[in-house]
């Protein structure tokens, strides 16, 4: 085995690399504050830095880029969702993978519905998680969001999709 300084970013990305991931998508709504023109009022991007945290009280995890429009889609809301993906739903991890002008259209061409919340749910997923936003924490050039779980929807029954070595798969082709 080789060992490399905590501090080289190549070998950090390599063996992170070694981690499979589930596939989630996380939508939020934005507050009425923060409406501008050309910001779409809800957004969502592709995800695998998810991690349920509690189960008492229930507590989820995601973690934006620092700067970013997710970071900047999660600041400007009050809730957000988490749908996690079936394996046959890549073309919509692609799509909410791209950079936010081209995601304005994902609400178009994938089908959804709002929670109770506002927030945004993918259908055909195998299910979301409706949080409120309790605490968002620096950590690096990330952000750690934390939420408490206010819903849980239960979707289609299936293999999630993953996420390892740059590739997708399902659990029966990893």
Do not use: C
Request: aromatic share 10%; no cysteine; net charge negative.
């Amino acid at each position: 085995m080789n060992s490399f300084s905590g501090s080289d970013a190549n070998a950090y990305k390599g063996l992170a690399r070694n981690w499979a991931s589930t596939v989630t998508i996380v939508t939020a709504k934005r507050k009425a504050e923060f409406m501008k023109e050309g910001v779409p009022e809800q957004d969502g991007y592709t995800a695998t830095a998810f991690l349920t945290i509690s189960i008492d009280p229930p507590i989820i995890l995601v973690s934006p880029t620092n700067g970013g429009s997710a970071y900047s889609m999660l600041a400007e809301s009050d809730y957000f969702a988490v749908s996690i993906l079936a394996s046959h739903q890549q073309p919509i991890a692609d799509a909410f993978a791209k950079p936010a002008a081209e995601r304005v259209a994902n609400w178009q061409n994938f089908a959804w519905h709002s929670d109770n919340t506002g927030s945004p749910i993918l259908e055909g997923s195998l299910g979301a998680f409706s949080a409120k936003i309790k605490q968002l924490i620096p950590a690096g050039d990330h952000t750690i969001v934390l939420g408490d779980v206010l819903e849980i929807h239960h979707g289609e029954t299936g293999e999630p999709l993953l996420y390892f070595n740059r590739a997708y798969g399902k659990p029966s082709s990893l």
